[in-house]
């Protein structure tokens, strides 16, 4: 089984590289063959290159977006304005962005705001009630109050925890993952989700195709069916240049029987609970939530899956608390959000500079990559300038060399204007956590690059006034103990190396 999973993965990877092939070298030929045809196509090329600069320029965008586009199109006049017609106006996107709109506007009632609750947080934490009235009034995501969160790192508290949650199922399990991959963890639950699939239990599997590009086989949906598991595969890449192929579902999130969700950074792979090492030691975190909240968390499921299927679905068949309150009582305010790139509201990032102004005291960070425009280096800078302990945790060991040097080309803004800046020694940081002031908290799946804050689908849970915010922010103080910080002296660096970095810096929003 394995030996045919692997042939049958090597094979498709190959077609599709293969035809990407094929398109680029076609289009290259296009613009140098030096025909007739290729000089008028060269000629036409270059003024549409002229308009599509127009555009950006005036267009309402991130300012690293506008500029690496221009830049693109002064640099290859007869390519970059095609190129960016190709991947910006495409039927398919559009429609993808339309019947998710109408996904949304059909399930809107299923999460309800509770103004009591509202009040109460005004009450207690009114700093952060502008991001808790952002979240409701630009995406309808709820605050909720009876719910309890449990923080969940590393993936080695993670594992068992989770386990025993699936084994608790009565009615479904639902799984969304960026990356799944064969080995002793997913197999562990793997082994649940057969029991329970055959006790009636309704077991569902979504994965990101380019997040298990290279670990899971094309008919690995075809093996789950034949175990009683639904499952479907997000956005499957095609080997066509698409707008689309960038919004990959980057959630992690598990609902079970909608009363227990978990959602934060860990994929369910060997090497997010250090079953197998990779660039290091990985560290990484969760967060459990249990009672109302965790609601929120299946409806961001039920949406996601809902997409492409003739029928919609009804979702309050899958609400838990119909016939019984939820007997849940937590302390503090839980809101669960998570942001869609293809509706034009940048939410996660709006959560963060509502979280780096809310900061009176302290503000601390972990992201495994840190590739921000303009207006969130200005901010976290204007922090530190202003007294705010403002501290961020970045791997020292990386996945990727050319995204790490790109990371570290922000560093001498933020360490010269006070912030800290850490490399995590002992491995990769791949977790992601925000907290201010030991009063409030984030943990999910965005990171602090563009390709997060702009591109992917994203989840998160933002908590206030829980156990659980301390827990997050110990867990920062024990991780900056174990890392190095980034001393000015060490910023120095040489004029190629200067000139590369600002050349990542540039090219960083298509990364």
């Known amino acids: 089984m394995r030996k045919q999973w692997f042939q049958s993965l090597l094979m498709r990877r190959a077609v599709i590289i293969l035809i990407l092939l094929v398109e680029i070298t076609t289009f290259i030929f296009l613009i140098v063959a030096g025909t007739i045809i290729s000089d008028v196509a060269s000629i036409l090329f270059r003024v549409i290159s002229v308009i599509v600069a127009l555009y950006v320029v005036s267009k309402n965008d991130k300012g690293g977006y506008r500029l690496i586009w221009v830049f693109l199109i002064l640099m290859f006049p007869a390519l970059g ?34 103004e009591d609750v509202n009040r109460e947080l005004a009450e207690q934490y009114p700093v952060f009630m502008k991001n808790v009235e952002y979240l409701q ?23 068992p925890v989770l386990l ?19 080995g002793e963890f997913w197999n562990s639950i793997l082994e649940i989700l057969k029991v329970k699939a055959a006790a009636g239990v309704k077991v569902r599997i979504m994965y990101d195709d380019m997040g298990c590009f290279l670990s899971l086989p094309s008919d690995y949906p075809e093996y789950l069916s034949s175990l009683g598991i639904e499952c479907r595969i997000f956005n499957r890449f095609r080997p066509f240049f698409t707008t689309i192929q960038n919004n990959r579902d980057h959630r992690k999130i598990t609902s079970i029987d909608g009363k227990v969700a978990f959602c934060g950074g860990l ?23 249990e009672g109302e909240a965790a609601w929120s968390l299946t409806c961001f499921f039920l949406q996601i899956w809902q997409i492409n299927q003739p029928k ?50 302290s503000l601390y960070i972990s992201t495994p990559y840190l590739i921000l425009d303009e207006d969130m280096i200005s901010a976290l800078c204007l922090a530190a300038k202003s007294g705010i302990d403002v501290r961020i945790v970045t791997p020292s060991i990386y996945d990727k060399w050319m995204i790490h040097q790109a990371t570290r080309s922000y560093y001498r803004d933020l360490v010269n204007a006070g912030v800290h800046v850490y490399e995590y020694t002992p491995g990769f ?44 922010r110990n867990d920062l103080l024990r991780a900056f103990e174990e890392s190095d910080e980034v001393l000015p002296q060490e910023l120095n660096y040489k004029r190629g190396w200067s000139l590369f970095r600002l050349i990542l810096r540039l090219i960083a929003p298509i990364f």
């Open 81 to 114: 304005g095609v190129l960016y017609v190709f991947l910006n106006f495409q039927m398919s996107s559009n429609r993808y962005a339309k019947d998710f709109d109408e996904i949304l506007e059909a399930t809107k009632d299923e999460l309800t705001v509770s």
């Open 137 to 159: 009034r630009a995406q309808n995501f709820p605050l909720y109050k009876n719910s309890q969160t449990t923080y969940l790192s590393p993936g080695e508290e993670f594992w």
């Open 164 to 182: 025993e949650k699936l084994r608790t199922a009565e009615k479904y399990i639902f799984l969304e993952y960026f990356t799944i991959g064969e």
């Open 267 to 289: 994929n369910l792979a060997d090497e997010y609970v250090n079953k197998k090492e990779r660039f290091g030691y990985w560290k990484d975190s969760a967060v459990m939530v």
């Open 312 to 361: 919609m679905e009804e979702f309050n068949e899958y609400y838990p608390w119909k016939d019984a309150a939820c007997d849940i009582v937590g302390e503090g305010f839980v809101q669960p959000y998570n942001d869609i790139p293809i509706d034009r509201e940048r939410v996660s990032e709006s959560v963060f500079m509502n979280m780096i102004t809310a900061a009176e005291k």
């Open 429 to 472: 940081m791949h977790s992601k956590t925000v907290v201010v002031d030991d009063k409030a908290a984030i943990v999910g799946s965005v990171n602090w690059d563009y390709r997060s804050l702009y591109l992917h689908f994203e989840s998160a849970v933002w908590m206030c006034g829980t156990k659980t915010v301390s827990d997050v």
